[in-house]
Nanobody
Framework: QGQLVESGGGLVQPGGSMRLSCAHS???????????RAWYRQAPGKQRELVAV???????NYADSVKGRFTISRDNTKKTVYLQMNDLKPEDTGVYYC??????????WGQGLQVTVPS
């Protein structure tokens, strides 16, 4: 029931855009709605960092480095969370992970997606 399926990622030129998706089709709708969802990323040689979070309340927060460029959203009917990334920069390169904390505080991670923005 905890499986998160990510899609998107790849190579994009600086200034380009990309959308990441994280589906949780095996979740019941009430669990999906009641969960906090987020995207993290890990650049080579660095610790994993929070990129964006959308709480079950609808509250949203972003890392300072992506504010104004990235947008996190959720589609409850599709039980999917998105990360729209615009004006991508080389420093956005890394492995992006979908994260979920359900109403019982259980945590789940996606398998990770490589995003590469060449310099």
């Amino acid at each position: 029931q905890g499986q998160l399926v990510e899609s998107g990622g790849g190579l994009v030129q600086p200034g380009g855009s990309m959308r990441l998706s994280c589906a949780h089709s095996r979740s019941i709708l009430s669990t999906f709605i009641g969960s906090d969802r987020a995207w993290y990323r890990q650049a080579p040689g660095k610790q994993r960092e929070l990129v964006a979070v959308i709480k079950n309340t609808g509250a949203i927060n972003y890392a300072d480095s992506v504010k104004g460029r990235f947008t996190i959203s959720r589609d409850n009917t599709k039980k999917t969370v998105y990360l729209q990334m615009n004006d991508l920069k080389p420093e956005d390169t890394g492995v992006y992970y979908c994260y979920k904390k359900d109403p019982n505080d259980r945590e789940y991670w996606g398998q990770g997606l490589q995003v590469t923005v060449p310099s």
